[in-house]
């Protein structure tokens, strides 16, 4: 079993930044990958960023360049710094981790970026 904590979430301007958090409750080192997921009001989930075990990284075209997917494993911590927000990125952002096919989710933090 994977527990998942995210933090961090609040509301900014646009142009602003946040910090989001993850905390797992198992070593993240036995994840395979980690992920950051968003769902606005109205629309369906979809990825933002991911994270391999091998610190492989891969992001969502509308936030490239604006958003970094990091991990610390002393921490069992997964992250997303993210900087320049836009209206647009407006939802509620989700952690995500996978461990031998199996997904586990997080309850979910709200960003509200204001123009």
């Known amino acids: 079993q994977v527990q998942l904590v995210e933090s961090g979430g609040g509301s900014v301007q646009a142009g602003g930044s946040l910090r989001l958090s993850c905390a797992c409750s198992?070593?993240?080192?036995?994840?395979?990958?980690m992920g950051w997921y968003r769902q606005a009001p109205g629309k369906q989930r979809e990825l933002v960023a991911l994270i391999t075990n091998y610190d492989r990284t891969n992001y969502a075209d509308s936030v490239q360049g604006r958003f970094t997917i990091s991990r610390f494993s002393a921490k069992n911590t997964l992250y997303l710094q993210m900087n320049s927000l836009k209206p647009e990125d407006t939802a509620v952002y989700y952690c995500?981790?996978?461990?031998?096919?199996?997904?586990?989710w997080g309850q979910g933090t709200q960003v509200t970026v204001s123009s």
């Open positions: 995500k981790a996978t461990r031998n096919w199996y997904d586990y």
């Open positions: 198992r070593s993240i080192l036995d994840i395979n990958v």
